[in-house]
């Protein structure tokens, strides 16, 4: 049998959510003695492939952008028999792998950080719940697993042995009610993806205390070659767009620093910021769970070490 | 416009979440409860759709008869009638039963309009909009932050950001979208807001339970700590030329 795994690419690689997709589907395909084959609506990155152990590569042409109903269908027809599907928990992997899973029947477990294969169709399974908060293990029963894999989840690991990656090409025919709903694309504006990557990021919570009160926030960030995010609190007062918004509902961020400022650490909060290198808070209240987060804390107010703080990067430059 | 709103409880968590002594649900002891940040937008944008085409705003959710606190926060903010699709003991309802119960309201039901959340904030199950559109027949798009809906009242443009990407969808109405929290600022609820929720009457009907859904949770667990070591610098500016080293020591000033 072979575990199939849909694969992103961007710029002609692939995406590095998708690495990670692929490194979890080639264990599975190792423990149940199953091939990997990788199914990419695009042109699909052999060499990127063949490093990760994909024997397989099927290209699906046919289908004009993105269309979340025709890629679940293609991708459903394509997987019949195999023993597992799976794809990265970005949004389009999440919403194709609910299509197919809708399409099917079958159930589809979110999220996935470890998944081993057992006999007879039985998964054991460990998720990912409330953004990565908790974990939940469980035994998922199907004769096929839809699986998507957490963006956070372990590293993406080239195989031991490249695989041959030969290229299939297939030819979808999407009805038309499958190509109702399909993506015009464009390029947005800056705001959350570049909070998502950004190498540093200035935090603010509650204690900025009102909209004009980023403004030293905002210096420094500029200052550190930054942006400013922001918790949940700030956005629901409206002092600053909900693209800035850094936590389970908002961004995740990934940055070499995060300097959080003001951020008591509520953990829908800390589901955005886990992920940052290095933490720095800065609060009046030492008990404050984000200074328990950090890697370093200042016992203050914010609104005094700020700007100081601002000065002293000035007067270095 | 007729707008029909899922949604569903889940407790409130501020700096923890801990685990129940079976291991197979959160303690829930100290917390209250509420609905995600996503379905509060949902409900947002529904009353607003109703206050400029006129029509009804329907809000349902599956869960134990304890729901109904949060059914009544919604009517607060403005919808017009609430639907507690009752669970029998706390059983969990898996993705595609929860579908399943909620497609008995949407069915059949004249709306134009189903919102969900893109996730619940709890399971994070990421399917739930999907697998109910399925079955409805009708078109989804998931993650939506941005929703424009012409003036006739058919047709929806619903966009969302994706990998620095602005993709837009263009949806004829019947149809389901899930939303996540930015697509607006939902409002406070007012006084008589409040006091008609008070009064409302709230159809309950009972649900059976759940059919297998091929997922059996075995346990659940708090991730090995994040907690970090802090070296506390110092106390408000006389930490600053602490600060500096730290910053230099990581490499970000240039």
Redesign the interface.
């Known amino acids: 049998m072979t575990v199939f795994c849909l694969v992103e690419v961007d710029g002609g690689g692939v995406v590095d959510a998708s690495l990670r997709a692929l490194t979890l589907a080639r264990g599975v395909a190792a423990q149940s003695g199953d091939g990997l084959a990788a199914v990419v609506f695009g042109e699909p990155a052999a060499g990127d492939l063949a490093a990760y152990g994909v024997e397989d590569a099927y290209a699906v042409s046919g289908i004009e952008g993105y269309a979340p109903q025709a890629w679940g269908r293609a991708l459903a027809a394509l997987a019949d028999g195999a023993s597992a599907v799976v794809a990265a928990g970005t949004d389009r992997g999440n919403e194709v792998l609910a299509h197919v899973g809708a399409i099917t029947g079958l159930p589809m477990a979110a999220n996935c950080v470890a998944v081993s294969a057992g006999s007879g169709g039985s998964f054991e399974i460990v998720r990912q719940r409330w953004a990565g908060l908790l974990l939940e293990e469980a035994v998922l029963d199907a004769p096929v697993a839809l699986l998507t894999v957490a963006t956070d989840a372990g590293a993406a690991q080239p195989a031991g042995a490249p695989g041959s990656a030969v290229v299939h090409q297939v030819a979808a025919s999407p009805a038309d009610g499958d190509l109702v709903v399909r993506a015009a694309e464009a390029p947005a504006g800056a705001g959350g993806a570049s909070l998502a990557s950004a190498r540093v990021v200035v935090g603010g919570g509650r204690g900025v205390g009102s909209a004009d009160g980023f403004g030293p926030l905002d210096e420094l960030a500029s200052l550190l070659g930054g942006v400013v995010g922001v918790s949940r609190v700030v956005t629901s007062e409206g002092w600053r767009p909900h693209t800035q918004q850094v936590g389970q509902t908002g961004t995740k961020i990934t940055p070499d620093l995060y300097l959080a400022c003001g951020i008591s650490g509520a953990i829908q909060h800390i589901a955005g910021c886990a992920s940052a290198k290095h933490i720095i808070a800065i609060n009046t209240d030492p008990a404050a769970p984000m200074m328990a987060r950090a890697d370093y804390a200042v016992v203050g107010d914010l609104h005094a070490v700020i700007p100081a703080l601002v000065q002293a990067l000035r007067d270095r430059s | 416009m007729d707008v029909l709103v899922c949604v569903k409880r889940v407790p409130t968590?501020?700096?923890?979440?801990t685990?129940s002594a079976d291991g197979l649900s959160?303690d829930t002891r100290m917390s209250g409860f509420t609905i995600?940040?996503?379905e509060e937008c949902a409900v947002e944008e529904a009353v607003r759709l109703v206050e400029r085409f006129g029509g009804s705003v329907t809000v349902v959710t599956l869960g134990p008869a304890e729901a109904e606190e949060q059914l009544r926060s919604c009517l607060a903010l403005g919808a017009s009638a609430a639907v507690l699709l009752e669970t029998p003991g706390g059983a969990e309802f898996?993705?595609?039963a929860t579908a399943a119960a909620l497609h008995s309201v949407a069915a059949g039901g004249g709306f134009d309009l189903v919102l969900l959340g893109n996730?619940a904030?709890?399971?994070?199950?990421?399917?739930v909009g999907?697998?109910l559109?399925?079955?409805l027949g009708w078109?989804?798009?998931?993650?939506i932050?941005a929703l424009a809906v012409d003036d006739e009242g058919t047709s929806a443009a619903a966009r969302?950001?994706?990998?620095?990407?602005?993709?837009?969808?263009?949806?004829?109405m019947p149809c389901v979208l899930t939303v996540?929290?930015?697509i607006n600022?939902p409002r406070y609820p007012s006084l008589p807001g409040r006091l008609r929720a008070k009064r409302a009457v709230i159809s309950r009907v009972p649900v059976s339970s759940a059919p297998g859904?091929?997922?059996?949770?075995?346990?659940?667990?708090?991730?090995a700590a994040?907690?970090?070591?802090?070296?506390?610098?110092?106390?408000?500016?006389d930490?600053?030329?602490a600060?500096?080293s730290?910053?230099a020591e990581?490499?970000?000033?240039?």
């Open positions: 968590v501020g700096g923890a979440i685990v959160v995600s940040p996503h898996g993705p595609a996730e904030a709890d399971t994070g199950d990421y399917q999907i697998r559109a399925h079955l078109p989804v798009a998931t993650g932050k969302r950001e994706y990998r620095g990407v602005t993709e837009t969808y263009a949806l004829p996540r929290e930015g600022l859904g091929g997922m059996r949770t075995t346990a659940l667990r708090v991730p994040a907690r970090r070591e802090a070296t506390v610098l110092g106390h408000g500016v930490a600053v030329p600060l500096m730290v910053l990581l490499g970000v000033l240039s």
